[in-house]
């Protein structure tokens, strides 16, 4: 590590405004450079102080928009390449940026190393264009997106394959997400799987706690996550199903799900791996890049059923961990339930402990700091 003070080192991530995922990796990354300053595009001061205590956040201008708009601030998708473009990193001799869409595209000098951990290529620019397209449409009351949207999102595909072309090194979270990026940025990619850190902080205490009768699902509320897939299958299994999470559509899931399906909101990560630890199993229903929820559980020794495809191939070892299905509809889901019924207490809870330890914050920690003495 004093080879890493010697740089004058700066940590750039797309928002401060929420806590998932991306997040937590992200403060894995701040803990090994602890005199960084970060910088975001806009930053909640709750998040910030609760889980970035003490750190410097240089926020860009967008933070200077009244309140009530920055809680909009996906009304702002145009001025988000501006915005981060203009900060000024000049003084660094290094920036690592952790990045879903905006981060990656820093302009820095041509001395500095810029070192992107992307967490996926821009989702609604590539993958999910139509389907972006179509929600936009839906909620303004169209049949249709204008002409204006759709030359809006042509722009962000051309800015973020050419922001792809700017870090010096692309560090990929999972195989799937690496040959995203050679497929739509055409450029190689290592891969560094991310840390997993709950279960390090509160597995002593989870192991007071008792198997109970409900399956689990962590997710944020939207329409991409499928949650409604997995709540329309437990609806006619009529099994017990745990929902952890907020997000737009809570209101429209909670009007479609039965008795047997609670909605917990947001918990803290006491409470979350209290549930993880108690879960018969956890419900993986959407595509994601890595499948973070799903390491969290097995590190507990919770098995999960899966949608099979994306980075979660690289997690769920079939008939051992777990199970997959293989399309979002109800029944295959609620087909992948009743396979899981069929072997339940059969899967080896210190193999899934085992396994998820492949997500350790040591070896992320220790690779990374590897891949930056190099520089």
Excluded at 36 to 46: F, G, N, R, S, V
Excluded at 348 to 359: G, L, P, T
Aim: some cysteine; charged content about 25%; hydrophobic content about 40%.
């Amino acid at each position: 590590m004093n080879k890493h003070r010697q740089k004058k080192i700066a940590l750039v991530h797309d928002f401060l405004v929420s806590y998932g995922g991306a997040e937590r990796v992200f403060q894995v990354m701040a803990e090994m450079f602890p005199d960084a300053p970060i910088y975001t595009l806009l930053a909640d001061q709750e998040i910030v102080t609760r889980y970035f205590p003490g750190r410097e956040v240089r926020v860009s201008w967008l933070c200077r928009l009244p309140k009530f708009l920055k809680k909009r601030y996906r009304f702002f998708l145009p001025f988000f390449p501006a915005a981060v473009e203009a900060f000024d990193l000049r003084d660094f001799d290094l920036v690592l940026s952790s990045s879903g869409a905006w981060g990656k595209g820093i302009v820095t000098r041509l001395d500095t190393t810029h070192i992107a951990y992307l967490h996926s290529p821009m989702r609604y620019a590539w993958d999910y264009h139509e389907q972006y397209l179509a929600e936009i449409a839906s909620r303004s009351g169209k049949k249709k997106p204008g002409i204006f949207t759709r030359l809006l999102l042509s722009y962000m595909r051309l800015w973020d394959r050419q922001a792809a072309e700017r870090p010096d090194i692309l560090l990929a979270n999972s195989q799937y997400t690496q040959a995203r990026i050679e497929k739509y940025y055409r450029r190689k990619s290592t891969v560094l799987y991310p840390p997993v850190t709950l279960s390090r902080s509160f597995s002593a205490f989870a192991k007071e706690v008792s198997r109970g009768d409900y399956f689990l699902l962590v997710s944020r509320l939207t329409r991409s996550k499928k949650v409604d897939v997995a709540i329309e299958a437990f609806n006619k299994l009529g099994i017990s199903l745990v929902i952890v999470g907020s997000g737009r559509e809570e209101n429209c899931l909670r009007e479609q799900a039965r008795k047997n399906i609670t909605f917990m909101g947001f918990v803290d990560d006491e409470k979350l791996a209290t549930l993880y630890a108690g879960a018969r199993a956890l419900i993986f229903p959407s595509e994601e890049d890595f499948g973070m929820t799903a390491v969290e559980a097995l590190s507990f020794g919770t098995p999960v059923i899966a949608f099979d495809y994306g980075g979660v191939r690289e997690i769920v070892e079939i008939g051992k961990t777990g199970e997959t299905f293989h399309a979002q509809t109800p029944e295959v889901l609620a087909e992948g339930v009743r396979r899981f019924l069929q072997r339940e207490g059969t899967y080896d809870e210190s193999m899934m402990k085992q396994s998820a330890k492949r997500f350790s914050q040591e070896r992320f920690q220790t690779e990374l700091g590897k891949l930056i003495q190099e520089f």
